[in-house]
């Protein structure tokens, strides 16, 4: 069966390649279909990510999304930015992070460095 694959430029042509690969979902790695499959895969994600783009998180979310990951705690997370209080204030967006705890997190957390250095909201203190 000989497919013709193009590029996705519409949510029709979006909607057939998710048919096909609907159909080729089971193909054996190391076949035509395989192959078919990853191409279309491939063309259905860059599509995606143009016409329905996710935000990253921000700095304080990030972090946040971290720590669930990975099972660790504020208490962690002080230790890492150097006092309770300190931690404390940045997840409650009352303190930005500052360079070296950006790095750190980058670092130790693996948290990519883009997000940590967006801007992002603070409360403000009344």
């Known amino acids: 069966m ?3 694959i193009r590029p996705i430029h519409t949510d029709e ?3 057939q390649a998710v048919a096909l ?3 080729f979902w089971d193909a054996a790695p190391g076949t035509p279909e395989h192959d078919t499959l990853e191409v279309l895969g491939a063309l259905v994600s860059a599509y995606e990510d143009r016409r329905w783009p996710i935000d990253p998180p921000d700095p304080v979310e990030a972090i946040k999304i971290r720590m669930e990951q990975t099972g660790r705690s504020q208490k962690d997370f ?3 930015v150097g006092s309770p209080s300190r931690a404390s204030e940045i997840l ?3 303190r930005r992070l500052t360079m070296e ?3 750190r997190l980058n ?3 693996h948290i990519p460095a883009d997000i940590l250095i967006r801007p992002y909201q603070i409360e403000s203190i009344s």
């Open 107 to 109: 670092r130790e957390w």
């Open 101 to 103: 705890m950006a790095w």
């Open 2 to 4: 000989q497919i013709e």
């Open 78 to 80: 002080a230790e890492l």
């Open 13 to 15: 042509d979006h909607a």
């Open 21 to 23: 690969i609907e159909q």
């Open 92 to 94: 409650n967006r009352k």
